[in-house]
């Protein structure tokens, strides 16, 4: 796929959407923080749940350590290896109050450092709390890159290096939620809506594969 390509593929994107932003519910670095850790193999909608129930209570480190294990547990109890992730949280919120002073910092090295922080949630922070041009890959992102053949790769690395060389850059800070939303609700895994695609004549997914109706 060619530059040209890929700048039409991200105008059409934009266009349609033109501030798209993550589907987790917060309103803090921290917040978005906390919700990304408890993300992973989960789906936006529980995290929601979840927060919407926690954050009023405690939406700060020491708020949350007020609550102690037990207390953090009850409220993210329906999220899958909820026992993990509070453990993760608390010690999380631990290191913040005694490193940071209380506050999410915005550089890779620090976030990565922190407990249930890996380098995708550590790209989805400095991405959406702070604006950084990062890709966080995960599977939408990973699958999409390769069907269209914007950014093929082996691994989530690959692509994610791959995409952070050949994004035009008007368009990089906006593309991780742009690609995430496409494969959610469009390029989905098992069924593409290829048919009601805004890039359809744009993708390089073989039409032998596509396996779908045209919408009429």
């Given at each position: ?25 917060y ?24 927060t ?59 976030l ?23 890709m966080?890959?995960d ?53 593409p809506?290829?048919?009601?695609c ?19």
């Amino acid at each position: 796929m060619n530059k040209q390509k890929r700048t039409e593929i991200f105008t059409r994107l934009r266009d349609q959407n033109p501030n798209p932003t993550t589907e987790l519910n917060y309103s803090s670095p921290f917040e978005l923080l906390i919700a990304v850790i408890l993300s992973a193999q989960a789906t936006d909608v529980g995290v929601n749940k979840a927060t919407d129930r926690l954050y009023p209570v405690a939406n700060t480190p020491q708020a949350i350590l007020d609550l102690g294990l037990e207390g953090l547990k009850s409220y993210v109890k329906t999220i899958g290896l909820y026992n993990a992730k509070a453990e993760n949280i608390i010690k999380t919120c631990e290191m913040l109050l005694t490193l940071h002073n209380g506050e999410v910092p915005d550089n890779r090295e620090a976030l990565e450092a922190l407990p249930g922080v890996g380098r995708k949630t550590a790209n989805v922070v400095l991405n959406t709390a702070f604006g950084q041009p990062t890709m966080a890959v995960d599977t939408h992102i990973f699958r999409v890159s390769n069907r269209t053949g914007i950014a093929p790769g082996k691994n989530v690395l690959e692509v994610e290096k791959r995409l952070l060389r050949l994004v035009p850059k008007e368009f990089l800070v906006d593309a991780h939620h742009w690609l995430i939303l496409h494969g959610r609700y469009v390029c989905k895994a098992r069924k593409p809506q290829c048919g009601s695609c805004i890039i359809e004549d744009l993708c390089e997914f073989s039409p032998s594969k596509k396996n779908v109706k045209k919408k009429k």
